[in-house]
Each structure stands twice: as C-alpha cells, then as structure tokens.
C-alpha cells in the first residue's frame, strides 16, 4: 500500500545524524586514548544516533573508569562480557572503526557535529509530543505551553560545556568584582544570612561554596500511627494515642546500654509520608520512614542506610510492671478462656479434656460468685463445661459474661481474641499466674533425647500472639514469633507460633511463670538445663565488635590480650570469624578495662536481625522528642527521634535573596509550617492542634503576607540526585534568578550509578554538590548528619572527623559548621536557650564559634544580644 503524500518533511527525510562524524570520535579514541576525556567531557551516550555507536562509547567510558586500555582486544572483550559483541557487528565492524580516521589531537569538531545532531532529533521528538498533547487536549492549553517549556528549555540548557579558560581573562573579571565590593559600605560580600557575627566571620554565604551545616539527628525521623509503645504505669499505647494525650513516660536507653523511664519532651505529628516494614529473626516489626534511626554496634543509622542481615537493638527485657488489681480467681479464668475458651455463643465455655485444668477451672468459676460450671459432654465424654448463672431466686444476668463484655473481649473468635488491656496493668505475680493458665491452654514443654528443652504457645490470633510475645519479654524471656499455615475446614490459614529456646529465657520462666498442669515435664527441663552448659548461639554481639576491641587493645596483641583474660586456648579465640558471646565481650572487657565495651556485654539489649524492609504505602506518622537520651521504645524495638538553615533562608529571601529549597525529608506543606511557626513566633503544637488567640492569628497573617512578598522555592522530591536537582536548579535560575541553594539533607540524596559502598556514594554526592555551586555560581548550603561519635565524648562537641559515612564531605566542603547545644548534655540556667555555630573548617577565612539563641517552641535560632 503506497503512502499518501502528507507533504510532511517528517515522513520524507529520516532524523538528523552524522554517522562518520560518530564514527570518526570512537575511531579516534581507539587511536589515541587520551581523546576520550574530550569525548566525556564533550558527549553523553544518547548523542550517538546509531545504538552501536552508544553502546560502544559506553564500554569506552568504563575502561577509562577503571584505568584499562582502550584496544581492539580490551573493547571487544567487554562487549563479549555484556553479550553485545555481535549486535554492534563484531570485530569486523569495530576494526573498521579506524579506517579513514583524520589525524588530529582533537575531536571537538566532530563531537560539535554530533552534539547539534542530537539536539535536532530532541527537538524533534519534543516537537512531535507538544503536537501530540496539543491535538490531544487532554490538558489546558497554559498546562500545555508550560510543559513545551520545559522540554525545550531541557534541550537548550544540555550543550558543549565550556572548557577552561586562560587565567589572564578571569583574573581581569575578579578585578572588576573586586571594584565593585569596594565600594559597598558594608563587610558581607556574599549573601546575608542575619545571623551578625557569623556573616562577619564568613563575609556572607559567598558564590559557588559548598557550605555543610551538620547535627545529631534530631526531628523528622517518625513511626506510623498503630506503633505500640509502653508506659511506665505497665499500659501499652498507640503513638497516636500518645501523641493526643500530650503525655507520656516511656522506656529509653541510655549511653550505658541501660534501659530507664523518660518524660516526653515532644509530641509530633509529621504528617503523611511514605513508611517502611523493617521486620526482624524475633518477628517483631516497626513501621516508619527510611529516615528513622536505628541502633546498631556502630551507632544509630536511618533505616535508609540497612539492610536484611543487619543487626538492631531491640530491649531483651522491658522490666514495667504496673500495681493494677485483680483477684486471683480473675487471672485464672482469663487465661483459661483467652486460649480454650469459645466466647461467641450464649455463655461462656471452657473446653478443656484434661480434668486437672477443668477442676481448676470450676474452682476459679466457683471462687468468681454468680455463676457454676455446668459439664459439657460429647459422645458420652467430658470436654469441658459452661458457665452458666446461679439459679437464684432473682439472679442477675450471667456476671461472668457481663465482665468479659466489659473487658471487651467477649464476641470474639479464635482470630479475634486479644489480651484485655486491664491485663497490662496487673502486678507482677497477677500476670505470671495470667500467663501461667494461658500456657495451660495451648502452650507447650519437651526435653528431647538429646537434652534439648523447648517451650512454644500457639495461636491463630496474630495479636494475641504478638501480646503474648511482650508480655513474655516484661520478665527477660526471649521468644521467637514465626508464621505456619495450618488446614481449616478445606483451606489453609494462618497460624502463630512462639518458641522459647535460649537457655536462660526458658529457666526464667519456669521459675518465674510455669505452666498448670505440667509442673512435672517442667522439672525434666529444668534438670536438664542444670545439667548441660550454657552456651548461647542466638545472644551475641554483631561481628562488628571486634574492631571496637581492636580500638581499645591498641598495639598490644591478640594473645597477649587472650593471655591477659584468663581464656583457656588463648591462642585461638575466633577475632572477627565468630560473633563474641556476651561472656567473651565481658572477660575482655574486663582485661581492657573498658567502660563502653563492658556496658556493651552487660547491656540490656538483645542484637536482632533485620530480615525484611518492606514499603507498606504512604501512612500518619507521628515522632516523640526524650530528652538527653533522643530515643524510646516501639513494638518492642529501639529507635531514635534543622532549623539554622531555614532561618538563614528566611533573612536571606526577606532581603532580596532568591533561595532554593530541596526538603528531601519534610513535605513542602511541613516546611511551610516550621517557615510561618519560626517567622510568626508562634508554638508549632498550637498551629497544628488550630489552638490559636486572636494575637496569635493576627501575627500567623502577618508572617504569611512576609513570606508571601519572599522568593523560596521548594522542591520535595524525596530521593532526588544531584542531575536531577542541577536540572531544576538551572531552570529556576533561569526563570527567577537564583542567590542560594539549600539542601535538607545530603544523606538522602541519592548517587549516579553503582558504587561499592555508601561510603562511595556519599564522597561522589558531596563532589557533585561542590560542582553544582561552581556551576550555578551560587552558595550551596547542604544538612548532614553526625554519627554518634560526639554522644561517647565526655564535652560532646562534634569535629570534622564527626561527619557521617565520608571524610569527603569535609574535603569538598569551603565551609563546614557545627550546631551544638550544651543543654542537651547539661542543663543549667547559663546554657539553656542557648546554640553554638561552631565555624570548623572555612578554606578562605577564620574559624571560630559562634553564639545563638535557640527558641525551641518555634524553632528558631536568633543572633545573642550582647551588652
């Protein structure tokens, strides 16, 4: 079928290339290697029209990475290895490469030639899509433009860079900067940040420096709304629930590895915000953001930075138990009908073959007043009973039903059931008699032939289960939590099974809890665990230990260290081959006399696996400020809870600045919100709860109209890399101007292609950064992260060597400076209120300290005044 005339130059001429050109460029660099810098420097693959042209730079690009010869032989070896030898044509076609190649030390003609081909056949593909979008009107024709905009705005911006430049011509345009900052009656030659002292020492935030302003990890950081979390009166709450009430005293960890209580500093409600699963080999799960910290051997690390196979704190005994009340008899019939109990039909049942729990069962029903069991029977048999009501004169309702009601459990199946919260609350001995008759139900004990002791409890109840779990853990048992899948009435369903086998958690519960009816397989187990050794393969210390023990030894050497513990068999003792028991960790402790690893051994932490970080959707979050310590505890897991440059942003753009803002941690709306909290004087709580005076409206107009009249842009863009960003950033220069980037923060950026280590990416992140202020010719202000280094110290100020996953950031950093707060370590009437800036590394000035006032209800730091 023959085409019809469209008069469409389109149809009738294929897309703009230069073949030989891109022949000419890979020829060349087979040639002389040396050209393919240029070709780098000059070209991206996507210039080259043909895809085994690209595919061959390519390969190019990756033997110049690795420093390797660029050859016949070394270029057809990687297309072998990348199965793409014989789609570029082989080594015939490759061989051709050479022929007919000029001789020339420059190939920058020829890739100009490509480079305007390539952009032809972009203009082209956009032209094409603007028509498409345009006859398919599918968006408002502003919507429209303003996308042609930005897709030829993206072409003309991606050109041949410039090289470099003779010396004499820029030494005559710094004369004449020079010139004009003379005759400014001011200092501050960069760009103002308000903060007096500070822009005295720096001049101003100054053109095409990388400015790393670092802390501790502080707000942020959240979990999802549901995670559980204890108080210290033994209830269990949702951290939405606490963040409602407004207070709160819960479990924290301190720098001795010790768990304590903590009041709550702060409640925040962080808004929607993707959320993560991190599960672990105990099956206890916590959800939160990829920038929520976890505890490892090495300090605290956002879950961004872990992986399946890392080790985490998580609490190996939670020591709350509350002074709630409830008669024994209660306890009993609780436990009982929580496991064996069916609670759905008209009364209460029991269903239980063995006549020890029954009898106990009746005297517990017998004890509680009002109601009898009543023998229930199949096929001539006993398999339980009913719980019926006196049959007196007058009788009220069945009281045994109505207090299940009242508990909140009654109605409920097998899949249903839970732990009452009243339950939480009991004593110590209330609970252990609890747990005791639950074990009776569906718990288990054996002692195998080969002396192995085990102790399990099942259920179809995943919350019930989980329940159990922590309540467990409230008397330093440790139990596993696994999933089975179980044959239902023709289908499979979930099941729950916990299994109790570390030594010292299974003797701790049968001294402390036990199990009704099986006093005798108990004392089995007990005697076999007497009679064996205790060695643990599950409570030990992550591997990276041994490089602490290492630190702390110095030069002395592994056998000597082993002779000086006492170990038998000094000469082999596993270095970095084993995990160290917690025996091991303490005895070398102890022949170091080493306070941290000693706290590390005795510690109240259990070392548990991540085996699973899953995305679960975008969900509330909410975080919890603790004072001293920043951290707490949720769902039986450890976890951890950037003020200065937003201020800075906000004098700046008050003053005539435009400012950039990528927030990869908070959304824009969030931002906004600190913004006008900090500009408005008024307490962030009270603008997100609406709880606000007449004054306090008045004063939230008015700073809004101010940042109204402010150019910052923000982009939340949440793992956005420095390409992407330096795309943005030309164009918002382009558009609006543009006097200071800042970005919150560099640890959540993202790199370009793969690296080896974090360690990498992060020293190719701060690079780019470096080289985006030199290519936008604007300050560059970038957050980081400190690592705990500063917690361990006894003054606490962080130094250079503080910055978190790469000694670059300091490298490639013009200024970097410290936010410390001695009230956090040490409260008194002196400090409190009070920041330091602390200026460490400045490549063209003074370093120092500075002091600000820090208010913390509205999260804003202000110059000090001084007499």
């Known amino acids: ?123 082209i593909t956009a032209s094409n899509q603007i028509i498409a979008r345009a006859f398919d009107e599918d968006d408002d024709a502003d919507v429209i433009i303003d996308q042609a905009e930005q897709m030829i705005f993206q072409i003309a911006e991606d050109r041949v860079r410039q090289g470099f430049q003779y010396i004499g011509d ?4 710094r004369l004449e900067q020079i010139e004009q900052m003379a005759g400014r009656p001011e200092m501050i030659t960069g760009v103002p940040t308000g903060f007096t002292d500070f822009d005295q020492m720096t001049s101003g935030l100054q053109r095409q420096d ?32 606490i963040y409602r009430t407004q207070k709160a005293e819960v479990i924290t960890l301190g720098n001795d590895f010790r768990f304590r209580l903590a009041e709550v500093g702060a409640f925040l409600d962080e808004g929607i915000k993707p959320t993560f699963r991190i599960t672990t080999r105990l099956g206890r799960f916590v959800e939160c953001t990829l920038t929520h910290p976890f505890l490892t051997i090495e300090g605290w690390l956002p879950l961004a930075e872990l992986k399946a196979g890392a080790k985490i704190a998580v609490p190996r005994c939670i020591s709350v138990f509350g002074q709630g009340d409830m008669r024994p008899c209660e306890a009993k019939i609780l436990g009982y009908l929580i496991g064996d109990g069916c609670l759905t039909r008209k009364v209460p049942t029991f269903h239980a073959a063995n006549p ?29 009973c009913l719980i019926v009501k006196d049959e007196k004169p007058n009788a009220k309702p069945n009281p045994l039903r109505a207090w299940l009601e009242g508990l909140g459990i009654y109605r409920k199946n097998s899949y249903e059931k839970f732990i009452p919260a009243q339950v939480f609350l009991l004593k110590r001995e209330l609970l252990a008699l609890f747990l005791n008759r639950l074990f009776a139900t569906d718990g288990w004990a054996s002692v195998l032939a080969s002396g192995l002791v085990q102790i399990g409890y099942a259920s179809v109840s995943e919350k019930l289960i989980r329940q159990v779990q922590h309540l467990l853990l409230r008397f330093g048992i440790i139990a596993k939590l696994k999933r089975k899948s179980v044959r239902y009435k023709g289908e499979r369903r979930n099941s729950w ?73 000094y000469t082999n003792i596993h270095v970095r081959r084993r995990q ?206 400190l690592s705990r280094a500063p917690e361990t110290r006894s003054d606490h100020r962080p130094q250079l060597s503080d910055l978190r996953e790469s000694g670059s950031i300091e490298q490639d950093a013009d200024v970097v400076c410290f936010i410390y707060r001695e009230e956090i370590y040490n409260q008194s009437e002196e400090n409190r209120g009070v920041a330091e800036l602390i200026v460490s590394k400045q490549r063209n000035g003074p370093t120092g300290v500075v002091q600000m006032a820090f208010l913390k209800e509205f999260t804003r730091f202000e110059n000090m005044w001084h007499e």
């Open 580 to 785: 160290p028991t917690r025996q091991r960790l303490r005895t070398l402790a102890d022949a170091l006399q080493n306070k941290r690893l000693y706290n590390i051994a005795t510690s109240d932490v259990y070392w548990d696996e991540i085996v699973s970080i899953e995305f679960v959707g975008d969900k509330q979050v909410y975080d919890l400020t603790i004072p001293e310590t920043h951290n707490f505890v949720a769902n039986d897991i450890c976890v951890h809870n950037t003020a200065l440059a937003l201020n800075m942003a906000q004098y700046a753009a008050k003053n005539g600045s435009t400012v950039g803002v990528f927030s990869l941690e908070m959304s824009a709306e969030q931002l906004v919100s600190r913004l006008l909290c900090s500009e408005a004087r008024v307490d962030a709580h009270r603008l997100r709860t609406g709880y606000l005076n007449r004054e306090e409206w008045a004063r939230l107009a008015d700073a809004l109209r101010r940042l109204c009249e402010t150019q910052v842009y923000i982009d939340d863009t949440p793992g956005i890399g420095v390409l992407e960003m330096r795309a943005k950033s030309r164009r918002l220069k382009a558009e609006h101007r543009l006097d200071l980037l800042i970005i919150d923060y560099l640890q959540l950026m993202s790199g370009r292609g793969r690296v080896e280590s974090r360690q990498q990416e992060v020293s190719q992140i701060s690079r780019d950064l470096k080289s985006l202020a030199k290519e936008l010719d604007v300050p560059v202000i970038a957050l980081s992260q």
């Open 356 to 384: 020890v729990l029954r009898t106990d069962f009746e005297q517990a029903t017998s004890e509680f007043g009002g109601v009898k069991a009543h023998l229930l029977k199949r096929a001539g048999r006993v398999v339980g």
């Open 170 to 173: 820029v030494a005559h345009r």
């Open 1 to 123: 079928m023959t085409r019809p005339s469209s008069g469409d130059p389109f149809f009738e001429k294929g897309l703009p290339s230069n073949i030989e050109a891109e022949r000419s460029i890979l020829g060349a660099i087979l040639l002389d290697n040396t050209v393919c810098n240029q070709a780098i420097e000059l070209l991206r693959r996507e210039d080259f029209f043909l895809d085994s042209h690209r595919r061959i730079f390519e390969k190019m690009i990756g033997l110049t990475d690795r420093a390797a010869p660029i050859d016949l032989i070394t270029l057809s070896d990687e297309l072998r290895r990348a199965a793409e030898f014989e789609q570029v044509g082989g080594a015939t076609y490759i061989a051709s490469l050479i022929d007919g190649v000029p001789r020339t030390d420059t190939i920058e003609p020829y890739a100009k030639i490509v480079k305007e081909k390539a952009m032809l056949r972009r203009l």
């Open 497 to 569: 099974q916990l299994d109790i086998t570390d030594a010292l958690s299974i003797k701790t519960f049968i001294l402390e809890i036990g199990i009704f009816g099986k006093e005798k397989i108990l004392a089995c187990a007990l005697e076999a665990l007497e009679a064996k050794k205790y060695q643990s393969n599950c409570d030990l210390i992550p591997m990276a230990v041994w490089d602490q023990i290492a630190s702390a030894k110095g030069n002395e050497s592994w056998v000597q260290l082993s002779r000086l513990a006492g170990i038998p068999g």
């Open 210 to 241: 990388l400015v790393i302003i670092a802390a501790r990890p502080s707000m942020g950081k959240c979990l999802g709304l549901d995670s559980e979390i204890v108080l210290a009166d033994g209830r269990v709450a949702t951290i939405e629930e």
